[in-house]
C-alpha cells in the first residue's frame, strides 16, 4: 500500500510516518504541491494525498486518472480545492471531516482577543524595550455582541467557548442548531448588531466575498471581524477600504483568497508582488496568522490518524467507509 504526500512539510511526518508504519503503509513526502506539472509523480502509488492549498482541478485531475491513481486522501476538511464533479466516478475521495473543531474554535478566540487587546503590537513594543501603552487600548469584551457566522462544528464550539464571556452571542446559519446557547438572527442583523464577527462557514457559492462593501456598510463602526474558514469568503477590496476608512476596528485573518502564493512558506527574503497583502499588512489594526487555527498536536494526530484509517478502508474495500466524498466505480 502506497501513498504519495504533496505539500507536505516537516511537521507532516511526525505522526504520518510511525502511523502509517503501524498499518504497513509505503508514504513518500514530496514538498512541491500537486499540480499538472507534479502530478505525475504519483505513479506507481494506490493514492495521493493531499492538503489545502494543492491543486485538483480538473487537468489535474485527468493526469491522475491516466497513471492509475484511484484514491484522494485529503488531509484537510475544506474541499473546495477539488473537482468533486469531474471527480464523481473516477476517484474515491475521502477527507477528514473533523479533527479538532476546539483547535479552530480557541485560535479564532485567541485572535480575537489578541487583536481587541494589542497583543501583537504590545510584543513587539516590549521586545525592542519600549514599554509605552499608547496607542494600546483595547475593548472590554463583556458586555458586547459577538456575530457567529456558520455554526457547525467549530461554530459550536466557538459559541460554548464564549459562554463565559458574558456577552450577547448572535447566530447565523441556514441550518439552524436546536438548543444552542445564541440567538439565530438573519445574516444582515448579525453584521449590524455585532461588536465581533467571526466567521465558520465553509466556501460555497454562498459564502463567497460575504463579506463585501454592501456587508461592511452594514457593519458597526468599529467592528472587529475574525476570519479563520477560508480566505475567499471575503473581498480584500472591499477589506481594504472598511479599514483605511476606520469604518472597520480590526481584521484578523487566518485564511486569505490569494494565500496559496504565500501561505505555509518563508517569503521573507522574496519581493511579494500581492499588493493586497502588502497593503492589509501594513494596517496596525490587521493581524494575519498563516492558515494555523488547525495546528495543535492532537488536531495533526487525529488528521493523520482519520487520513490513514480512511486509506485502509478503501484498500480492504469496506462497503461502507466513513468520510467519502465521492468514489470511483
Ligand atoms: P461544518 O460543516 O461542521 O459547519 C459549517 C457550517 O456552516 C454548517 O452548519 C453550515 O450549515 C454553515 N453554512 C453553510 N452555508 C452557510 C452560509 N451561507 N452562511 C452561514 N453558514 C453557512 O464545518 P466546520 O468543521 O465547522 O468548519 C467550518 C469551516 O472552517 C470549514 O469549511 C473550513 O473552511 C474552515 N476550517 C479552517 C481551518 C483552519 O485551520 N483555519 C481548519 C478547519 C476548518
Known amino acids: 500500500m502506497k501513498i504519495a504526500f504533496y505539500d507536505t512539510k516537516p511537521y507532516d511526518r511526525l505522526w504520518f510516518e510511525p502511523l502509517a508504519r503501524e498499518r504497513g503503509i509505503y508514504v513518500t513526502f514530496y514538498e ?22 494543492d491543486d485538483a482541478d480538473e487537468d489535474v485531475l485527468w493526469i491522475l486518472n491516466k497513471i492509475g491513481i484511484k484514491t484522494i486522501l485529503l488531509r484537510c476538511a475544506g474541499f473546495d480545492n477539488l473537482d468533486l464533479k469531474y471527480a464523481e466516478g473516477k476517484f474515491n475521495v475521502l477527507r477528514v471531516p473533523s479533527y479538532s473543531p476546539a483547535a479552530v474554535a480557541e485560535f479564532a478566540l485567541t485572535l480575537l ?16 524595550f519600549n514599554f509605552s501603552i499608547n496607542g494600546l487600548m483595547g475593548t472590554t469584551i463583556r458586555g458586547k455582541t459577538v456575530g457567529v457566522v456558520g455554526t457547525g462544528k467549530i461554530g459550536q464550539v466557538m459559541i460554548d467557548l464564549l459562554q463565559g464571556f458574558g456577552v450577547d452571542i448572535l447566530a447565523f446559519d441556514p441550518y439552524p442548531v436546536e438548543g444552542l446557547k445564541a440567538e439565530y438572527v438573519s445574516k444582515e442583523e448579525l453584521f449590524s448588531r455585532s ?67 504565500y501561505f505555509f512558506e518563508d517569503r521573507s527574503n522574496d519581493i511579494i508582488s500581492d499588493d493586497e497583502l502588502s497593503r492589509l499588512l501594513t494596517f496596525p489594526n490587521v493581524l494575519v496568522t498563516s492558515h494555523q487555527a488547525f495546528f495543535t498536536k492532537e488536531a495533526t494526530k487525529s488528521i493523520a490518524e482519520t487520513t490513514l484509517n480512511n486509506f485502509v478502508a478503501i484498500m480492504k474495500g469496506e462497503p461502507d467507509p466513513k468520510n467519502v466524498l465521492c468514489r470511483a466505480e
Not at 482577543?113 to 525592542?128: C, E, F, G, P, V
Not at 461588536?195 to 463585501?212: A, E, R
Open 32 to 53: 512541491t504541491r500537486l499540480n499538472k506539472d507534479t502530478a505525475i509523480l504519483a505513479s506507481g502509488n494506490d493514492a495521493v494525498c493531499i492538503f489545502v492549498n
Open 195 to 261: 461588536d465581533f464577527i467571526s466567521f465558520h462557514c465553509p466556501l460555497t457559492d454562498d459564502t463567497k466575498h460575504m463579506v463585501n462593501a454592501e456587508t461592511i456598510g452594514l457593519m458597526k463602526d468599529g467592528a472587529i471581524i475574525v476570519n479563520t474558514s477560508r480566505g475567499a469568503i471575503v473581498d480584500t477590496p472591499a477589506l481594504i477600504e472598511g479599514l483605511k476608512s476606520k469604518k472597520l476596528g480590526g481584521v484578523a485573518l487566518d485564511v486569505y483568497e490569494e494565500e496559496d502564493e
Open 113 to 128: 482577543m489578541s487583536l481587541n487587546r494589542n497583543i501583537h503590537k504590545a510584543y513587539q513594543r516590549t521586545r525592542d
